[in-house]
Nanobody
Framework: QVQLVESGGGLVQPGGSLRLSCAAS????????MSWYRQAPGKERELVAT???????NYADSVKGRFSISRDNAKNTVYLQMNSLNPDDTALYYC?????????WGQGTQVTVSS
């Protein structure tokens, strides 16, 4: 079955960096588009970044120029490099992929930006 396992979250000071990882299994990773979403307390889940199977990327306006999504098909892993973090980036970050019939989510990894 499809499994998505996020890691790399933590507590970081404003201006700092983190790299999130999502290890995928149970499907043909190289053929799948992958996304990162986040959900802050009291807010709706929002799309942060996507990467297609052809390595095309797209970002939310709020993270453009600061975050970078990438993938390693040999490792079945998608990454989110986050730089210049600020408190508004504090959220639970989820990895996501979709098939024709449904979406799949990981359990999430917490990112907290605070001094």
């Amino acid at each position: 079955q499809v499994q998505l396992v996020e890691s790399g979250g933590g507590l970081v000071q404003p201006g700092g960096s983190l790299r999130l990882s999502c290890a995928a299994s149970g499907f043909t990773f190289s053929s799948a588009g992958m996304s990162w979403y986040r959900q802050a307390p009291g807010k709706e889940r929002e799309l942060v970044a996507t990467i297609s199977r052809g390595y095309f990327t797209n970002y939310a306006d709020s993270v453009k120029g600061r975050f970078s999504i990438s993938r390693d098909n040999a490792k079945n892993t998608v990454y989110l490099q986050m730089n210049s973090l600020n408190p508004d980036d504090t959220a639970l970050y989820y990895c996501n992929t979709r098939t024709a019939s449904r979406a799949y989510w990981g359990q999430g990894t917490q990112v907290t930006v605070s001094s």
